[in-house]
C-alpha cells in the first residue's frame, strides 16, 4: 500500500527558531501533497496544497510567509515554520495519495514543541 | 464552502456491541466521502471510503452508508473490540481522490471496555 512519511516525529526547539519537517511518498509519486495542522483533541485543519512545480495554496488565514511550502519533487514536500513561537506548537500532518481517484495517506506527524 | 458535522463526540460500548458514528455534510456536490482512524500519537488511517453512486458499502466488520439526499453518511462497527478504541474522523471531500482536499469532522472518541 501507499507510505507517506514525514520527519522527525518530533520537535522541541527554542522560539525563534525556524523548523522544517519532511513529508515523502516512499512507494509512489505525488503532485499533490497536502499538509494539516492538529491542536489536541481537535480536528485537522488543512494548512495548504502543495504542488509539485509551483506554489503552494494556501487556505483561508494561514500565513504564507509563515510556514513556508517546498514540494521539490515527486516524492518530497517540505513545510518551514519560520521563527516559531509558543502558538506554533501543534501536530502537523502530511497526506499524499497515488493518483486521481486513489484515497488519501497520512504520514505519521511530527509533534513540534516551542518553548 | 464545505462544512461536516459529526456525532457524538464521544462514544463508550462493551466489547461485541456495535458502534455508529454520524456525519452530515452542507456541500451537496461532495461527491467523496472517507472515514480515517486515528490512534493516539499518530497520524490517520483510512479505514473505509464511499463514494457517491453507491449507498452503502461493507468491509469485514466496518460498513458504511450514504444518503445523497438527505447529506448524511454513517459508520457502522459490528462486534467491536478494545483495539477499535480510537479516534474516527469522516471527511467529505468534493472531487475525491489525491488531488481534492478533504474537509473532515470533529472527530469521534470512541473507547471498547472490555
Known amino acids: 500500500g501507499a507510505v507517506v512519511s514525514q520527519h522527525p516525529s518530533r520537535v522541541i526547539c527554542k522560539s525563534g527558531t525556524s523548523v522544517k519537517i519532511e513529508c515523502r511518498s516512499l512507494?509512489?509519486?505525488?503532485?499533490?501533497m497536502f499538509w494539516y495542522r492538529q491542536f489536541p483533541k481537535q480536528s485537522l485543519m488543512l494548512m495548504a496544497t502543495s504542488n509539485e512545480g509551483s506554489k503552494a495554496t494556501y487556505e483561508q488565514g494561514v500565513e504564507k510567509d509563515k510556514f513556508l511550502i517546498n514540494h521539490a519533487s515527486l516524492t518530497l514536500s517540505t513545510l518551514t515554520v519560520t521563527s516559531a513561537h509558543p502558538e506554533d506548537s501543534s501536530f502537523y500532518i502530511c497526506s499524499a495519495g497515488t493518483g486521481n481517484n486513489q484515497p488519501q495517506h497520512f504520514g505519521d506527524g511530527t509533534r513540534l514543541s516551542i518553548l | 464552502g464545505e462544512n461536516v458535522e459529526q456525532h457524538p463526540s464521544t462514544l463508550s460500548v462493551q466489547e461485541g456491541d456495535s458502534a455508529v458514528i454520524k456525519c452530515t455534510y452542507s456541500d451537496s456536490a461532495s461527491n467523496y466521502f472517507p472515514w480515517y482512524k486515528q490512534e493516539l500519537g499518530k497520524g490517520p488511517q483510512l479505514i473505509i471510503d464511499i463514494r457517491s453512486n453507491v449507498g452503502e458499502k461493507k468491509d469485514q466488520r466496518i460498513a458504511v452508508t450514504l444518503n445523497k439526499t438527505a447529506k448524511h453518511f454513517s459508520l457502522h462497527i459490528t462486534e467491536t473490540q478494545p483495539e477499535d478504541s480510537a479516534v474516527y474522523f469522516c471527511?467529505?471531500?468534493?472531487?475525491?481522490?489525491?488531488?481534492?482536499?478533504?474537509?473532515f469532522g470533529t472527530g469521534t472518541l470512541l473507547a471498547v471496555q472490555p
Open positions: 471527511a467529505a471531500s468534493l472531487g475525491g481522490g489525491a488531488t481534492n482536499k478533504l474537509i
Open positions: 512507494d509512489f509519486q505525488a503532485t499533490t
